[in-house]
């Protein structure tokens, strides 16, 4: 089984060196950012194909520092390259789940999104990104405190975006009243960190946001899933009487529960799951949720080497 992250745990360098110390890797990045790279062109964009696999590949900053979408197209490109190279070492995953931004490629692997329109998605929804003003923080404490720290603070418009397990929690809401559930955290030795994206998310003030990007996505055929696809927004599997531009669109409004759709996943005893991106933080809430399953969890490329099992 495959987990596809969102934007919060990215690492350029990660994926230039796997792609570097791995055939495999190289090649199924080569093949999926030259799809990418044509969306790239058409949307008036860099290439990513030849900066990120050339010889001075772009550092983080230089990545955040180009137009909007090229940091997501990145991601993108990451997450589908991770999921390729292990369906060459693995064969096709019994199913995905998608967290947030991650569902756009855990729907391109299924085979509902064609990689061109996957990367066209992704881009829709960076645009879309630019007009959320606020922050989002990660706290390192279960849900129930994460709301307390929030009431605490006296906010109005902060809110729980995304569950990752019962020691992690993102909350979303504008920068000024984050400051202040941050330093209320401070006091009760609750480590917050602010994430280094320049929006907010998961937060139902955009609304209209959503419904932007939903219309973007309608424009996209989609096609049969070649395996089920699980969200972490809409808490279970995908089916075929979805209205997925629409289910796609609540990542914007709705909360993410991570450990909610894991331990739904867990029911189809998968061998091993595998983060299909350049970090490890969804492996480590994998783990913490399904430590009473004989699953094994892996971060490839963060952890072990881009195809270890």
């Known amino acids: 089984m495959h987990l596809f992250p969102g934007q919060g745990d990215f690492s350029v360098g990660?994926?230039?060196r796997a792609v570097r110390a791995d055939a495999s890797m190289r090649t199924a990045a080569e093949q999926v950012f030259g799809a990418i790279d044509g969306v790239a062109g058409e949307r008036g964009l860099r290439p990513l194909g030849p900066w990120l696999l050339g010889p001075t590949p772009p550092t983080a900053r230089e990545l955040a520092d180009e137009a909007v979408g090229v940091a997501q197209l990145a991601l993108f490109g990451a997450s589908m390259?991770?999921?390729q190279a292990l369906c060459r070492a693995h064969g096709a995953p019994l199913a995905v789940v998608g967290v947030s931004f991650g569902e756009i490629a855990a729907l391109t692997a299924a085979g509902v999104l064609t990689p061109g329109d996957g990367a066209r998605a992704a881009h829709?929804?960076?645009r879309v990104l630019s007009s959320c003003p606020g922050g989002l923080t990660l706290l390192s404490c279960p849900e129930r405190t994460a709301r307390d720290l929030i009431d605490r603070a006296?906010?109005?418009?902060?809110v729980v975006a995304v569950v990752n397990d019962d020691r992690s929690v993102v909350v979303?809401?504008?920068?000024?009243?984050?400051t202040r559930v941050e330093e209320r955290a401070a006091r009760t030795e609750v480590t917050a960190h602010r994430l280094r994206l320049p929006f907010t998310s998961h937060?139902?003030?955009l609304q209209a946001q959503s419904e932007a990007f939903a219309e973007a996505v309608r424009a996209y055929p989609r096609a049969e899933a070649h395996f089920p696809v699980h969200s972490a927004v809409a808490g279970?599997?995908?089916t075929a009487a979805d209205d997925l531009p629409r289910r796609l669109a609540d990542c914007l409004v709705r909360p993410a529960r991570v450990p909610d759709v894991l331990r739904q996943v867990a029911l189809c005893e998968p061998d091993v799951v595998f983060e299909a991106g350049t970090g490890s933080a969804l492996a480590s809430s994998a783990r913490a949720v399904l430590s009473g399953h004989p699953t094994l969890v892996r971060a490839p490329l963060a952890e072990l080497g881009p195809l270890s099992r």
Not at 154 to 158: E, K
Not at 172 to 178: I, M
Request: aromatic share 4%.
């Open 14 to 16: 990660t994926l230039v």
């Open 124 to 126: 829709d929804l960076a």
């Open 172 to 178: 979303a809401g504008p920068v000024a009243e984050l």
């Open 81 to 83: 390259t991770v999921h």
């Open 203 to 205: 937060h139902p003030a």
């Open 236 to 238: 279970r599997a995908y």
């Open 154 to 158: 006296g906010t109005r418009d902060v």
